[in-house]
């Protein structure tokens, strides 16, 4: 067992595997999904299809009717809108560091989500699998909390210190530390039985370049990264953006010119990134 496994099990605070999650997404995967195993999935979730319901019904979308059940809020807001409820949902309560790790929970919260929409648009024109995206996107910190709540106040100085570009701050945790939050996340996700492509995208979030045939994948979680911190000041700082995308932007074939458009997109989802942000509990 190694320094990670070890971290792993030493942190009591960890929640439970995200079983819905990873089903959805392997039945996402799948070339003929079924529609009513996806419905059915969610909605043996009770507190999963609580919040689904309440966030349709919370007039974000717009809709004076009430909606009732799984089946409806699919049939009304298309299923892509309502995986996005759904991971964020699933989400929330593995991005949930204890007040003990002196991490801004709500900054954090923020970035995910925009992090997992910005992953959808760069991944869209690589033909990926949008969800996938989404929730690597989403996730791809994870190893944060992790290490926050095992090296408490000593780790958050690090992050919630100066700002650092990416591969700066995964440096000084090596330095301090003797891992990084990329393989920690990654080893968690393993753990939690996500796919091989997923946890190679979050190992390799901050290094495109390491993820072998995983590369497109992992570099547009890096590129929705940099992207998503030019809206939010969490962590690693808009430096991150012109230091650390070139890789990404080299394997994804995206000129410097093009990332206004993606931007844009961003900026379009602004006020559904909020709303999914008040899901929080
Ligand atoms: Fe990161
Ligand atoms: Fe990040």
């Not at 529609?35 to 004076?64: E, H, M």
């Not at 929970?105 to 033909?127: C, D, N, Y």
């Amino acid at each position: 067992m190694d320094k990670i496994d070890e971290l792993l099990d030493s942190v009591e605070s960890l929640p439970p595997a995200p079983q819905v999650l990873v089903q959805l997404l392997s039945l996402l995967a799948k070339t003929e999904t079924d529609l009513n195993r996806i419905v059915d999935l969610i909605s043996f979730d009770p507190a999963l299809t609580a919040k689904l319901l309440q966030t349709v019904n919370s007039g974000i979308f717009g809709r004076s009717s009430v909606v009732n059940d799984v089946p409806e809020a699919v049939n009304r807001l298309g299923f892509q809108a309502v995986y996005h409820i759904v991971a964020v949902a699933c989400g929330e309560r593995f991005i949930r560091p204890t007040d003990a790790t002196g991490i801004d929970i709500g900054k954090m919260w923020r970035h995910a989500v925009t992090v997992a929409f910005a992953s959808q648009f760069v991944s869209e024109p690589l033909g990926k699998d949008g969800g996938l995206a989404f929730t690597a996107g989403m996730l791809h910190d994870i190893g944060k909390v992790v290490m926050g709540e095992a090296f408490k106040l000593e780790y958050s100085k690090i992050i919630n210190g100066e700002q650092l570009t990416g591969k700066v701050l995964l440096e000084q945790e090596r330095i301090r530390f003797g891992m990084d939050h990329a393989e920690v996340g990654a080893r968690l996700l393993e753990r939690w039985k996500f796919s091989s492509n997923f946890v190679a995208a979050v190992r390799y979030h901050h290094d495109p370049l390491g993820a072998g045939n995983c590369a497109h994948f992992a570099a547009a979680i890096d590129l929705a990264n940099a992207l998503a911190h030019t809206f939010d000041d969490y962590g690693e700082g808009p430096a991150i953006f012109v230091v650390d995308s070139q890789a990404a932007l080299q394997v994804l074939g995206i000129k410097s010119s093009d990332l206004l458009r993606y931007s844009d997109r961003i900026r379009e989802n602004v006020d559904f990134v909020e709303a999914m942000c008040a899901l929080r509990s």
